[in-house]
């Protein structure tokens, strides 16, 4: 069962719908569509693909309220939060359908004796492979760059999210995007190697695990194909001085929260200044205490909400556990139900820099808080992880800020704000984060064929 694609609701833990995988025969069908698809797509002017993204933009607007109950059912996401997803996935479709023509327009090259231009071109066939913690924005963020580029795409999901990778492909069907040019496949893992082997597919994109994002790359790169990687991050949260301790925790925690803790960009390390720091740890004490159980379905103030499943709770109870055995203090929470999803938002301190635990993905509702003396101890912590996704920087004074910013290591750094969402700006990280860049016009250039044509005078 928990590898079958399944609905099973995070509150209950009961399997309420179950999806059967794709025969080996159906996904040699899958790839011949695709491939006689891409023969037109590729053909179509960047008007009509426009057209076709721009209408699935506003359905998922209009769908927003229906999709987020999909996922609150599937993986436990707050009701408002999904609407927010639903939204902002619709904002970068409408980026794509807005900007992948001029950016992608053919580019005149000065050279001697003839005339050149650099155009891109589709490639083809590309395969995603989505998470299950933003259902509908992790396949819109890969989906928009790649259907204006003129791409076909077969989507797997999630095991725990089967309605919502069907109902964005109904969304992309009922904008009137021909058929086989996106196709959602319920695919085995063996059936995923054989999809990125296979020589009608050009290219893979994951967002995922480190774990799964290895097998992914090593199936590529035996078979030479180009991968785009997102795995997730440890990502440093710097408060050098806050005027309003209280303030500063009430932010923090906000965004430790958000999706249930389970975000890549999630704030994962809170380093914060020494003369600070007991104020703040019994203030985010104070604001996990003032919590209690939530239903995704119908949420309230003050409330959380169940991980996306019982198998992930435990990964996490079984993380602070560790912590703990390692030298960490768990301050409050870190209580799991005995059947369901739910678990306690946490506050962690202590944990010893440099364990083994230290260096792990804590992907729930956990805030760990570490203390640090001076602003080069604030770099050094932050820049001691295997990841380098996303990073915060707080400070009273801007110019402090920014001056320690400058010196983080990751794909993405702010200063004074948590997280900046816009499809405009890029998303990715480096180290053990991943590789190439998802959002903005970066996007554009990962899938394409960035072919010269030069005519002979």
Known sequence: MAN??????????????????????????????????????????????????????????????ELAQIAAEEMGKPIPEGEWEMNFSGDILQFYADNAAEHSADKKVDVPGGKAVVRRLPLGTLLGIMPWNYPIYQIARFAGPNLMNGNCIILKHAEITPKSAAAFEQVLKDAGLPDGVYINVYATHDQIETIIADPRVQGVSLTGSERAGKKVAETAGKNLKKVVLELGGTDPYVILDAADVRAAAQEAWDKRVHNAGQACTSNKRIIVMD????????????????????????????EYFPMSSRQAAETLDDQVKRAIAQGATLRTGGEMDDTSAYYSPAVLTDLPVGSDVYYEEFFGPVAEIYKVSSEAEAVELANNSYQGLGGAVFSDD????????????????????????????????????????ELSVFALDEFVNKQYLYVND
């Open 4 to 65: 079958q694609y399944r609905v099973q609701n995070p509150v209950t833990n009961e399997v309420v719908e179950t999806f059967d995988f794709a025969t080996d025969q159906e996904i040699q069908d899958i790839l011949d569509r695709s491939e006689e698809a891409f023969k037109t797509w590729r053909t179509t002017s960047y008007e009509e693909r426009a057209a076709i993204v721009g209408k699935a933009a506003q359905l998922l607007k209009e769908r927003a309220t």
């Open 275 to 302: 003369d600070i720091y007991d104020q703040f740890v019994d203030e985010m004490v104070a604001i996990a205490e003032g919590y209690s159980k939530g239903d995704p379905a119908n949420p309230g103030e003050n």
């Open 398 to 437: 801007t110019n402090r800020a920014i001056k320690v910013a400058d010196q983080i290591e990751t794909g993405m750094i702010h200063v004074n704000l948590g997280q900046y969402f816009s499809a405009v700006l890029p998303f990715g990280g480096v180290k053990r984060s991943g590789f190439g860049r």
